[in-house]
């Protein structure tokens, strides 16, 4: 515990067998439950976690378990909201908890049925901790990339109910362009930029970490069941806080490579994946949160910058040819290119400014 709040680790772990018992064996005292998420590893993950169960003699302790709800006057909207979270369980990965007695062993386990990748393996760690009534919950990969003693730092301002969410940041780091391989280094980057806009979280960078915390409340408050399930899951994560006006803050953390870990991750299949994904974030926090939400101007500048942009296509490429043929350039394109191109940039800059002031407030 950490000022009397209750907090478990998720731990994504597929084909972990080498890795997963160093990142048990280093994780810090005030951790209540550790939450291993076996995503159908193929190799012994499943037989070292279980042997890590069996000979663990560290303190349990209890968790604050919701009350159940009885129905009154009053709570009805309660009653239904308590409903929709057990029906939603089947929209979840199908998975088991492989503990004999789970509430007395610190350590749990939890089996995937189907291999469903990494977002996937933090839904089901997220659903349980929600369940259990976690008050925060920290993610951890499998790999050992996570620097155990950086824990504390990540889980405070949700403790200290500060923010809804933390997330490690590795590129503050004065070593960052050193230690990350550049080619990871440039595509974090570029992801970076791409989920500034898609997210809302101007501020952001470092998207791609998995060293994170989130509190009972930003558990509750978005759709676990629908994170994306493979690499993209912290950005998608980013976008759903977002809609749901949850604030989040970011942490610096040390960059870890070179322990041993293998990475699982396409470096040049997940950027063009992630990219076509937060192209249609960016239209969804839009449309759910500046127009069915609250509507805002933002929503209009960014449709008409786009408008202007799309129709001033075949007169930017009037004037182009033009130029590059030496004719004398029509005066009637010349004036709609510049007339849609100011017009339309000017909407375009304006709408990104309106959303960095509206969304300021939620990063700390």
């Not at 968790?63 to 369980?89: C, D, Q, S, T, W």
């Amino acid at each position: 515990m950490l000022n009397k709040k209750t907090i478990a680790v998720v731990v994504p772990a597929y084909n972990e067998e080498k890795q997963i018992g160093k990142v048990i064996e280093t994780m810090p005292d005030f951790v209540d439950r550790i939450v291993i998420v076996n995503d159908k590893s193929k190799d012994n993950t499943q037989e070292v976690v279980m042997e890590y169960i069996k000979n663990d003699k560290s303190e349990v302790r209890d968790l604050n378990h919701r009350k159940k709800i009885i129905p009154n006057g009053y709570n009805h909207a309660e009653v239904i909201a308590e409903k929709i979270v057990g029906e939603e369980k089947v929209r979840f990965l199908p998975s088991e908890v492989k503990n004999k007695h789970p509430k007395n062993s610190r350590i749990i386990l939890i089996n995937h049925l189907k291999n469903g990748s990494v977002g996937a393996a933090i839904a089901t760690g997220y659903r349980w901790c929600m369940e259990n009534n976690i008050d925060c919950t920290a993610v951890m990969g499998g790999d050992g990339q996570m620097d155990p003693n950086e824990l504390e730092d990540i889980c405070m301002p949700v403790v200290n109910e500060e923010v809804d969410y933390v997330k490690g940041n590795r590129l503050k780091h004065r070593s960052a362009t050193f230690v990350i391989p550049k080619i990871r280094y440039f595509g974090n980057s570029i992801l970076s930029l791409m989920t500034k806009i898609a997210s809302g979280y101007w501020q952001v960078s470092d998207t791609q970490t998995g060293y994170t915390a989130i509190s009972l409340e930003g558990l509750k408050g978005i759709h676990l069941y629908d994170i994306y399930p493979s690499y993209g899951c912290p950005n998608d994560i980013l976008v759903k806080l977002n809609i749901a006006n949850f604030s989040i803050k970011e942490v610096p953390i040390k960059p870890v490579y070179n322990v041993g870990e293998e990475s699982k991750m396409k470096i040049f299949k997940v950027i063009p994946r992630i990219s076509w994904l937060l192209f249609k974030l960016f239209w969804k926090r839009l449309y759910k949160k500046y127009l069915f939400r609250d509507f805002h101007p933002l929503f209009l500048l960014y449709h008409l910058s786009i408008l202007l942009l799309v129709i001033n296509i075949p007169y930017t490429l009037a004037v182009l040819n033009d130029v590059f043929l030496g004719n004398k350039i029509s005066t009637n394109s010349l004036i709609a290119f510049m007339f849609l191109g100011i017009t339309g940039f000017q909407s375009l800059f304006f709408a990104m400014w309106m959303d960095m002031m509206d969304n300021q407030r939620l990063q700390k």
